[in-house]
């Protein structure tokens, strides 16, 4: 990771002056992932009927059944996997700010703007191997070559594998077309950009109670851009390739799992030695069209006009009020672009909303002898939605073995969380950096986000999009209604707590302590929501 920021301030007079700030970092990160895996649901069988020839068995034998669970077996005629990973990031972020003030007598004018842009560039590159295929199988004999062993989740919830064949062998594992294909890569592109301008005109009041007088207008334009393109691994003319000793590593130890060792490579080097180059495709590709829930972008623009003010006044000759009060007046336009099937096609889709609130703000403090003061503070407040739950796009599929549809989307109509908050503190100072607290708040939930289930969303559309052939066992007959998730507002609920805490410093005891101290806090949460579904829409959260 490298870094670098600089500062540049102006100031030609007293009255004037300007900061101009630029903050930059880069992150590279490599991570690679070596395992043996393999398919515990019975996939891929020897033969049509689930046995070699002469009735050799398959599937599990020996098991260990607990709490109506297999927990361990003997593992008989599978096909176990060497699969190394190769996962490259890199992150930019570049944030540059201009701020600059003037005062003119009792007047304060400031302005500020600010561009911030942080970026992802992913690559995800999966390989596969496995014992190569015998090429002089008989006819009616499966051409994999199939193991036994065993497996256990242990108490502690452990999971070990063994099995019998050398999977750290690299004259028998080798990369191909294994039983789940020769590999798979993505590169996931994430941007998100903020710029924002604000301009405060504060007034020395000193009348009334009030101290001074700010108002001022802040612009917020965010937008965050979601590309993941993705496309297969192939071997050169689909052939298994053992890797040569200078592109492999020494094997990885999976001992600690019962495992023994598996073999592993140079991803990198193994790409360009034995497979074909990537064809990436995108939600427009044909074929590709399973990438439509991947790629999203949403854009966020927020005016906010406020005023406030400063109180300072005493109460009386032991009673000081300070604190400000202030509204603020929010219109927030937010809008997701994606792409859905329609009729086979697939196309552009656009949603979102606009919406204003009206937050006003009170925060008051007490000053009272021996110093102490009492705090109350009375808001309504407001916390938009995460950039992400406001895409306008939807990961749906089939399951092709059990023939149940499922997905999960976004919601570009989400209201942010509202509440009306209140919140009451007493304290007290003992001098050098002691004091005690307690503290209660309460906030009124007026809409809250969360992720519901729609037990029987309609899939139809989906069912009617699939390629022939989508199912490969005739048995399997495909639901037309399963599971979608998506978050949704509720409204009515509450949050409340309690804050305790205290800072001691040793020398209230005894002055052998100074520079000792302790600090103790204790805090006590409650919250509730009330989920109003339509009836009939079978929601679960």
């Not at 007047?107 to 015998?134: C, G, M, Y």
């Not at 503190?425 to 007026?446: H, I, Q, R, V």
């Not at 040793?506 to 009836?535: M, W």
């Amino acid at each position: 990771r490298d870094g670098a920021m600089a500062a540049l301030q102006w100031r030609p007079s007293d009255s004037f002056t300007s900061i101009f700030d630029v903050y930059y970092t880069r992150r590279k990160q490599d991570d690679n992932a070596r395992s043996l895996e393999v398919n515990l649901g019975g996939y891929p069988a020897p033969c049509c009927d689930g046995t070699f020839p002469n009735n050799t068995q398959f599937g599990y034998a020996n098991p260990t059944i607990r709490d109506n669970t297999v927990v361990a077996a003997d593992l008989l005629q599978r096909v176990p996997l060497a699969r190394n990973f190769l996962f490259k990031t890199q992150d930019k972020i570049l944030a540059l700010g201009l701020n600059n003030e003037w005062l003119a007598g009792d007047w304060t004018f400031t302005a500020d703007v600010s561009h911030s842009k942080a970026q992802r560039n992913e690559q995800q590159f999966e390989t596969n191997a496995q014992i190569a295929p015998l090429t002089n199988a008989p006819a009616n004999a499966p051409r994999n070559v199939y193991d036994t062993g065993t497996f256990a989740i242990n108490n502690d919830g452990m999971p070990r594998l063994h099995f019998n064949r050398n999977y750290a062998d690299p004259a028998a594992v080798q990369v191909g077309p294994t039983i789940y294909g020769a590999g798979y890569s993505k590169i996931p592109r994430i941007t998100d950009e903020l710029t924002s301008g604000r301009i405060d005109v504060g007034y020395q009041l000193n009348r009334w109670w009030m101290s001074d007088l700010t108002f001022g207008v802040n612009y917020a334009d965010r937008e965050k851009d979601k590309n993941q393109p993705e496309g297969g691994l192939n071997t050169i003319n689909g052939g298994y390739f053992q890797i040569a000793p200078e592109n492999l590593e020494s094997a990885t130890n999976l001992s600690y799992a019962g495992a023994g060792r598996v073999l592993a490579w140079d991803v990198p080097a193994v790409l360009r030695a034995y497979y074909q180059p990537i064809v990436y495709g995108s939600p427009t590709t044909p074929g590709f069209d399973y990438l439509i829930g991947k790629n999203w972008n949403v854009t966020e623009k927020v005016v906010t006009g406020f005023v406030r003010s400063s109180l300072d006044h005493e109460l009386s000759s032991t009673v000081t009020l300070r604190g400000n009060v202030g509204v603020q007046l929010v219109n927030t336009d937010q809008q997701s672009t994606a792409t859905q099937k329609l009729q086979g096609v697939v196309v552009p889709f656009e949603d979102g909303k606009d919406y204003n609130d009206v937050l006003p703000a009170i925060n008051l403090a007490f000053m009272l002898p021996s110093d102490q003061a009492v705090r109350v503070g009375i808001a309504r407040e407001m916390a938009r939605a995460r950039m992400d739950q406001l895409k306008a796009s939807n990961e749906i599929g089939y399951d092709a073995a059990t023939g149940l549809p499922g997905g999960s989307g976004g919601t570009p109509l989400l209201d942010p969380w509202r509440a009306n908050a209140f919140d009451l503190s007493y304290e007290k100072y003992l001098g050098n950096g002691a004091y005690l607290s307690a503290a209660a708040f309460y906030k009124d939930l007026k809409t809250y986000i969360y992720n519901q289930t729609d037990l029987n969303h309609d899939f139809s559309d989906l069912l009617a999009d699939l390629p022939p052939g989508f199912f490969p066992d005739d048995d399997v007959v495909p639901a037309p209604t399963g599971k979608f998730t998506r978050p949704l507002n509720g409204k009515g609920g509450n949050l409340k707590g309690i804050e305790l805490a205290t800072s001691l410093t040793g020398d209230l005891i005894s002055d052998a302590l100074s520079g000792f101290g302790v600090i103790l806090s204790y805090a006590h949460t409650e919250s509730s929501i009330t989920i109003q579904d339509p009836p009939g829409n079978n929601f679960i959260t």
